[in-house]
C-alpha cells in the first residue's frame, strides 16, 4: 500500500480548473500532488477536510513586498490569507538594477508611491546587489512562507541607464532606450517574471516628484517590450491615469502587438468618472477577442484608505490642534482628545493644508465609514459617519472622533476612494465577471499605514462566495480559478494552481463557514520599529506550500519552502519531479 507525505481526506475539492466542486482525498508526495479522488494509502500526515473547502494556493500577481522580502522571511499578510506565491515589483517601482548612489532615490520613490517609511528601508535593505541578476541571487539565497515571483521596475531601470535625465523624466536617447532593451532582455533571462511601469500622477516620490516613469515614450516602452520579446518570456505590467483613455489604450494594444507579450493593466472605478471603467474594459475585451493577450487587473473590494490616530492620517492630520500633539505616545494624545476643551478647540478648526486629499477626501462623511466587526466592504449609505452624526445630533467630525477614540484610540475609519462611487460592488461584480480580467491589486507588502488589501482573496470567499447581501453572489468555483490557475498561467507558472497529479502541492484547506476577516491592527515589527498594518483571519485550516504546512490554524508553523521563482515554470518539470 503507497505511503504519501501527506494526504487531505474528505474536503470538498474546488481543484481551481473552475469545475463543479466534489468530494474526495487529495495526497501529496514530494511537494507534488501525486493523487485525488479516494486515496487507499496512508499519509504520514493526514488532515480531515471533512466539511472544508480545499483549493489551490493562490496567487496573487499584484504586491510590493521588494523591501520586505530583504529582511523577512513571513510575507504577511498575504500568506495569512491562502497566497502560496505572489508576484513583486508592480507599478513601476523597486530597487534593482540599483547604482550605489542612487539608493536613496529609490526608496524616496517607494516610500512615496508604496507609503513605506524611509527609516524602514534605509536600515532593512542591505543593497548586496547592483544588476537585476544579482538581486534574484540575493533572494535565491532567501526562505519565505510563500513563493515570491520579481518583475523589472522601469523607474529602477529608467535611472540606472539614464541617471539624473531618467529621474527627471527627459526623453530617452536611442541609446538609452537600446541599453533598456539590452537590460530587460537580460533581466527576464536571468528570472524576472515581467516588466512594470506607472503613467500616474498619483505615483510620486516622497519629496513630491512625479516617478521617472510617467511621460515615457511609446518609443522607449516598445523598445523595452521588445527586449522581452527577443527573451521570449516575460509579461508587462502598467498603471495608468488613462486621462485619454482611447489614446492610451491603443498605445497599450500597439505594444502587445509590437512585443507579442501579455500585458495587463490596473482597471478601477473613479469618482471623477463613474462609469469610465467601462471604455477601457471595452478595449481591452476587444483586443482579447482579437487574440492579444491583454487583460485588465482589478480588485475584490473597494481600495479604501483606513483612518486612526495610529495611523498615517486621521481627518484631523490637518488641524493645528492636532499637529501640535502628533508626535505624543497614543496614550498621551487620546487623553489630550478627552479633554473638553482641547477637543473643543480642535473640533472649531478647519484643515491648514493646500493638499487636495486632506482638504477634500478628509471631509467626504458622506463616504467614510467606521470599520467594524464583523468587517463588511459593503456598507450601505446608513452606516457613513454622516448618517450616523445626523441620527446622534452631532457634527460629522465629532462623530469622527468619537469613533476614532474607541478602543482606547484604535477605532479605524474607512474611506473608499475608488470602486464605491455608487455605494455599491455592482461595478467590481461586472469587471470580475469579465473574461478579460484577472484579481490583483492587493498591494500586499505596500502603504503600511493607510491600507490593508493583502486579505482581498479571503474577501473573495468570505463576500463574494458566502454573505454578500446587496446583490448577486459569484459561484466559489469561478472565485476560485480567477485566483489560482488564472492568475498562476498569466505569470507563465502552469506548475501551480489546480489541483491535479503532477501540480505543485500548493494548497489550502478551508473552514469556509467559519472563514472570518479580522479588523486590520497595528503593529510595529518592521526595521527601525516601524509600524505597519496588519490584517488576520480564521478559517485557514491549513496552508500548504509544496507539500509543507506553512500556516495551521491561521497561525505560523515555523515551515519556510518558498522560494525565488526565476522564470516561467512548466508542468512537465513538476511531473516528472512527481515521479
Same mark, same amino acid.
Given at each position: 500500500?503507497? @505511503?504519501?507525505?501527506?494526504?487531505?481526506?474528505?474536503?470538498? /475539492?474546488?481543484?481551481?480548473?473552475?469545475?463543479?466542486?466534489?468530494?474526495?482525498?487529495?495526497?501529496?508526495?514530494?511537494?507534488?500532488?501525486?493523487?485525488?479522488?479516494?486515496?487507499?494509502?496512508?499519509?504520514?500526515?493526514?488532515?480531515?477536510?471533512?466539511?472544508?473547502?480545499?483549493?489551490?494556493?493562490?496567487?496573487?500577481?499584484?504586491?510590493?513586498?521588494?523591501?520586505?522580502?530583504?529582511?523577512?522571511?513571513?510575507?504577511?499578510?498575504?500568506?495569512?490569507?491562502?497566497?502560496?506565491?505572489? /508576484?513583486?515589483?508592480?507599478?513601476?517601482?523597486?530597487?534593482?538594477?540599483?547604482?550605489?548612489?542612487?539608493?536613496?532615490?529609490?526608496?524616496?520613490?517607494?516610500?512615496?508611491?508604496?507609503?513605506?517609511?524611509?527609516?524602514?528601508?534605509?536600515?532593512?535593505?542591505?543593497?548586496?546587489?547592483?544588476?537585476?541578476?544579482?538581486?534574484?541571487?540575493?533572494?535565491?539565497?532567501?526562505?519565505?512562507?510563500?513563493?515570491?515571483?520579481?518583475?523589472?521596475?522601469?523607474?529602477?531601470?529608467?535611472?540606472?541607464?539614464?541617471?539624473?535625465?531618467?529621474?527627471?523624466?527627459?526623453?530617452?536617447?536611442?541609446?538609452?532606450?537600446?541599453?533598456?532593451?539590452?537590460?530587460?532582455?537580460?533581466?527576464? /533571462?536571468?528570472?524576472?517574471?515581467?516588466?512594470? @511601469?506607472?503613467?500616474?500622477?498619483?505615483?510620486? @516620490?516622497?519629496?513630491?516628484?512625479? #516617478?521617472?516613469?510617467?511621460?515615457?515614450?511609446?518609443?522607449?516602452?516598445?523598445?523595452?517590450?521588445?527586449?522581452?520579446?527577443?527573451?521570449?518570456?516575460?509579461?508587462?505590467?502598467?498603471?495608468?491615469?488613462?486621462?485619454?483613455?482611447?489614446?492610451?489604450?491603443?498605445?497599450?494594444?500597439?505594444?502587445?502587438?509590437?512585443?507579442?507579450?501579455?500585458?495587463?493593466?490596473?482597471?478601477?472605478?473613479?469618482?471623477?468618472?463613474?462609469?469610465?471603467?467601462?471604455?477601457?474594459?471595452?478595449?481591452?475585451?476587444?483586443?482579447?477577442?482579437?487574440?492579444?493577450?491583454?487583460?485588465?487587473?482589478?480588485?475584490?473590494?473597494?481600495?479604501?484608505?483606513?483612518?486612526?490616530?495610529?495611523?498615517?492620517?486621521?481627518?484631523?492630520?490637518?488641524?493645528?490642534?492636532?499637529?501640535?500633539?502628533?508626535?505624543?505616545?497614543?496614550?498621551?494624545?487620546?487623553?489630550?482628545?478627552?479633554?473638553?476643551?482641547?477637543?473643543?478647540?480642535?473640533?472649531?478648526?478647519?484643515?491648514?493644508?493646500?493638499?487636495?486629499?486632506?482638504?477634500?477626501?478628509?471631509?467626504?462623511?458622506?463616504?467614510?465609514?467606521?470599520?467594524?466587526?464583523?468587517?463588511?466592504?459593503?456598507?450601505?449609505?446608513?452606516?457613513?459617519?454622516?448618517?450616523?452624526?445626523?441620527?446622534?445630533? /452631532?457634527?460629522?467630525?465629532?462623530?469622527?472622533?468619537?469613533?476614532?477614540?474607541?478602543?482606547?484610540?484604535?477605532?479605524?475609519?474607512?474611506?473608499?476612494?475608488?470602486?464605491?462611487?455608487?455605494?455599491?460592488?455592482?461595478?467590481?461584480?461586472?469587471?470580475?465577471?469579465?473574461?478579460?480580467?484577472?484579481?490583483?491589486?492587493?498591494?500586499?507588502?505596500?502603504?503600511?499605514?493607510?491600507?490593508?488589501?493583502?486579505?482581498?482573496?479571503? #474577501?473573495?470567499?468570505?463576500?463574494?462566495?458566502?454573505?454578500?447581501?446587496?446583490?448577486?453572489?459569484?459561484?466559489?468555483?469561478?472565485?476560485?480559478?480567477?485566483?489560482?490557475?488564472?492568475?498562476?498561467?498569466?505569470?507563465?507558472?502552469?506548475?501551480?494552481?489546480?489541483?491535479?497529479?503532477?501540480?505543485?502541492?500548493?494548497?489550502?484547506?478551508?473552514?469556509?463557514?467559519?472563514?472570518?476577516?479580522?479588523?486590520?491592527?497595528?503593529?510595529?515589527?518592521?526595521?527601525?520599529?516601524?509600524?505597519?498594518?496588519?490584517?488576520?483571519?480564521?478559517?485557514?485550516?491549513?496552508?500548504?506550500?509544496?507539500?509543507?504546512?506553512?500556516?495551521?490554524?491561521?497561525?505560523?508553523?515555523?515551515?519556510?519552502?518558498?522560494?525565488?521563482?526565476?522564470?516561467?515554470?512548466?508542468?512537465? #518539470?513538476?511531473?516528472?519531479?512527481?515521479?
Amino acid at each position: 500500500m503507497a @505511503t504519501h507525505d501527506l494526504i487531505i481526506r474528505g474536503g470538498t /475539492i474546488v481543484d481551481g480548473t473552475g469545475a463543479e466542486p466534489f468530494e474526495g482525498d487529495v495526497a501529496v508526495s514530494g511537494g507534488h500532488i501525486s493523487a485525488i479522488g479516494k486515496v487507499s494509502g496512508k499519509g504520514i500526515e493526514e488532515i480531515d477536510a471533512r466539511g472544508q473547502v480545499v483549493t489551490p494556493g493562490f496567487v496573487d500577481i499584484h504586491t510590493h513586498y521588494d523591501g520586505q522580502a530583504a529582511w523577512g522571511e513571513a510575507i504577511s499578510p498575504s500568506s495569512l490569507h491562502g497566497c502560496t506565491t505572489v /508576484i513583486m515589483g508592480n507599478c513601476g517601482v523597486g530597487f534593482a538594477p540599483c547604482r550605489p548612489e542612487d539608493h536613496d532615490r529609490l526608496i524616496r520613490l517607494m516610500e512615496g508611491v508604496e507609503d513605506i517609511p524611509f527609516p524602514v528601508l534605509s536600515e532593512g535593505l542591505p543593497w548586496s546587489w547592483e544588476s537585476f541578476p544579482d538581486y534574484l541571487d540575493f533572494l535565491s539565497s532567501r526562505q519565505f512562507d510563500t513563493d515570491i515571483g520579481a518583475q523589472l521596475p522601469h523607474a529602477a531601470l529608467r535611472v540606472y541607464v539614464m541617471g539624473e535625465r531618467g529621474a527627471n523624466r527627459e526623453d530617452a536617447s536611442a541609446e538609452d532606450i537600446a541599453a533598456m532593451k539590452q537590460l530587460a532582455k537580460e533581466a527576464v /533571462i536571468a528570472g524576472a517574471l515581467g516588466f512594470s @511601469t506607472s503613467r500616474t500622477l498619483n505615483h510620486r @516620490t516622497s519629496d513630491g516628484q512625479p #516617478t521617472p516613469t510617467l511621460t515615457a515614450s511609446e518609443t522607449e516602452l516598445i523598445g523595452i517590450a521588445e527586449g522581452l520579446k527577443e527573451a521570449g518570456r516575460g509579461v508587462l505590467q502598467f498603471v495608468s491615469d488613462f486621462n485619454d483613455p482611447q489614446k492610451e489604450a491603443a498605445m497599450l494594444r500597439r505594444i502587445v502587438e509590437e512585443s507579442g507579450r501579455p500585458l495587463s493593466v490596473s482597471l478601477a472605478q473613479a469618482d471623477v468618472a463613474p462609469e469610465g471603467w467601462r471604455a477601457l474594459l471595452g478595449a481591452i475585451e476587444t483586443a482579447m477577442n482579437d487574440g492579444l493577450p491583454m487583460r485588465a487587473q482589478v480588485a475584490p473590494r473597494p481600495v479604501g484608505v483606513l483612518l486612526g490616530l495610529e495611523l498615517t492620517m486621521n481627518p484631523f492630520s490637518a488641524h493645528p490642534s492636532y499637529a501640535a500633539i502628533a508626535g505624543k505616545p497614543l496614550a498621551e494624545r487620546v487623553a489630550a482628545l478627552r479633554d473638553p476643551a482641547f477637543r473643543e478647540k480642535l473640533l472649531s478648526e478647519e484643515p491648514a493644508s493646500d493638499n487636495p486629499f486632506l482638504k477634500v477626501m478628509l471631509r467626504s462623511f458622506g463616504k467614510m465609514f467606521q470599520l467594524r466587526d464583523p468587517v463588511n466592504y459593503e456598507p450601505g449609505p446608513e452606516s457613513t459617519l454622516e448618517f450616523m452624526a445626523n441620527e446622534r445630533g /452631532i457634527s460629522p467630525e465629532e462623530m469622527a472622533l468619537d469613533l476614532m477614540l474607541e478602543r482606547d484610540g484604535h477605532g479605524v475609519l474607512y474611506l473608499p476612494f475608488l470602486n464605491y462611487s455608487q455605494g455599491s460592488l455592482e461595478p467590481i461584480r461586472a469587471m470580475m465577471e469579465s473574461r478579460a480580467t484577472l484579481p490583483g491589486l492587493s498591494d500586499g507588502g505596500a502603504h503600511v499605514g493607510m491600507i490593508c488589501d493583502g486579505s482581498f482573496t479571503t #474577501t473573495m470567499l468570505t463576500h463574494w462566495a458566502r454573505d454578500r447581501q446587496r446583490g448577486p453572489k459569484l459561484p466559489i468555483e469561478y472565485l476560485v480559478k480567477r485566483q489560482t490557475q488564472d492568475t498562476a498561467q498569466w505569470m507563465g507558472l502552469h506548475d501551480r494552481g489546480v489541483i491535479a497529479p503532477g501540480y505543485r502541492a500548493d494548497l489550502n484547506v478551508i473552514d469556509l463557514a467559519n472563514l472570518k476577516l479580522h479588523l486590520p491592527e497595528v503593529q510595529y515589527d518592521l526595521p527601525a520599529g516601524g509600524r505597519r498594518l496588519m490584517q488576520r483571519a480564521s478559517g485557514y485550516t491549513a496552508t500548504i506550500l509544496k507539500g509543507e504546512i506553512t500556516h495551521r490554524d491561521g497561525d505560523p508553523t515555523g515551515a519556510k519552502p518558498g522560494r525565488m521563482v526565476r522564470g516561467a515554470q512548466s508542468l512537465q #518539470t513538476a511531473a516528472i519531479a512527481a515521479e
